[in-house]
């Protein structure tokens, strides 16, 4: 490893975004239109390579990846004591600030490692030792990664040291302060709107949205905004030779791309007054409230503009026996709603619980996995067709009376 520290930041090495389960095509598509490779897909990630200045773009633009893990060295070690010699032996003054914060992960399968923690230990160990070695002072560590983060990668004999960039993870835009009942990840919500086809034309109608963050990424992708745009920090931040204009020149092309307004809607629902309230915020912090309209009303009340569009619902899963019962007519009920008000939409609804799924009597178009914080759900599509209810609907009473009123 080179150790002036230009040389890291230009540094061309294989970059690893890693992303939620169900999500990895998705972020292949962001990957490679933002014109960078794609070496190969796994299932909660995909590889790409570039330079550590490239993981400044990535931040900034991926809607769907979790983290940007930039490959510092690779090696091959067989035991504990190696891995730190290894470790040690690496120019990490020429990285980290010895007066700054370091936290480590690691990602450890070994038959010497029965905690990962231990393996944290000894990765951190050596890199603090070295620093305090090389520059008399070493960095404070522990748990928080909201500054420097290096990630451990070691199975069998082949270890793996990373930058982590993003720090936090790329999910926590930073809009979300208000804390609700089971929240959706906004990687995943921005991969669901996206598995819809939303391109900002026509309604957009979110019922059942409970904090807002479907309908938010919904109108950050129709806008254009970068979501990371809504984040003052990130791990890349905090190493040494931190290329500051060139963050700046990065965010102001952002900001330039991103449209002032798009032809459709978002209308987004919730019966619960204090979710709405939460999506009032939430929309407020992501800048996006002058284009989602929200109202505390039943699903069955949501405002349905009469040009087709997309209508998607993510209602509760059920975890009791009592809860799935009382459930059964709720996604009946969905069912109905969309067959009757929705005719020419495409509807979606994302749940965790097939077997309430089926209550839906609707026949499904597409069925798309996805995981949401370790449970496996689905993403359903059900083409709705244009007068497949009105046409059977019964005349209002006004309307069984002659024209002239006779």
């Not at 208000?178 to 921005?190: K, R, S, Y």
């Not at 990424?217 to 030779?241: D, M």
């Not at 979710?275 to 309209?293: C, D, M, P, S, T």
């Not at 007519?329 to 097939?354: D, E, Q």
């Amino acid at each position: 490893m080179n150790s002036r520290r230009i040389s890291l930041w230009k540094k061309f090495s294989r970059i690893l975004v890693t992303c939620p389960k169900g999500i990895a095509p998705y972020l292949k598509n962001e990957i490679e239109s933002l014109d960078f490779p794609v070496d190969y897909e796994r299932e909660a990630a995909i590889l790409t390579e570039g330079t550590l200045e490239d993981s400044l773009r990535l931040n900034l633009h991926l809607r769907t990846g979790h983290r940007v893990l930039y490959l510092l060295a690779e090696g091959a070690v067989n035991d504990p004591n190696e891995l730190y010699r290894w470790i040690a032996g690496l120019s990490w003054e020429s990285i980290l600030h010895e007066d700054g914060y370091l936290c480590v992960t690691s990602t450890v399968d070994h038959p010497s490692i029965r905690d990962t923690r231990f393996a944290n230990q000894k990765c951190k160990d050596a890199i603090v030792d070295r620093l305090q070695r090389i520059c008399g002072r070493r960095p404070d560590s522990g748990p928080a990664r909201d500054r420097a983060v290096v990630h451990l990668f070691w199975k069998g004999t082949r270890a793996q040291l990373y930058l982590d960039t993003s720090g936090e993870p790329l999910s926590r835009r930073g809009y979300r302060k208000i804390p609700v009942q089971a929240p959706m990840q906004e990687t995943l919500a921005a991969a669901i709107v996206l598995a819809t086809g939303w391109n900002g034309k026509g309604p957009f109608v979110n019922p059942m949205c409970g904090s807002g963050t479907i309908a938010i990424e919904a109108a950050l992708i129709a806008l254009n905004r970068a979501p990371g745009l809504l984040r003052s920090n990130f791990g890349f931040r905090h190493i040494k030779g931190f290329p500051a204009a060139l963050w700046k020149e990065l965010r102001r092309k952002a900001q330039e791309k991103a449209a002032r307004r798009f032809p459709g809607q978002i209308i987004a629902t919730d019966m619960d007054r204090r979710a709405i309230a939460a999506a009032e915020q939430n929309a407020v912090n992501a800048g996006v409230q002058n284009w989602i309209r929200l109202a505390v009303c039943d699903y069955t009340e949501t405002d349905i503009p009469p040009e087709a569009g997309i209508v998607i619902m993510n209602p509760p899963y059920g975890e009791r026996l009592g809860n799935v019962q009382k459930l059964e007519k709720t996604y009946a009920g969905m069912g109905n709603f969309l067959k009757n008000a929705c005719p020419g939409y495409r509807g979606f609804i994302f749940t965790g619980n097939i077997e309430l799924a089926r209550k839906v009597g609707l026949k499904t178009r597409r069925r798309l996995v996805f995981f949401n914080s370790g449970i496996e759900c689905r993403l359903l599509e059900y083409e709705l067709y244009e007068g497949s209810y009105r046409d059977r609907m019964p005349p209002k009473e006004e309307e069984l009376r002659h024209p002239e009123g006779n």
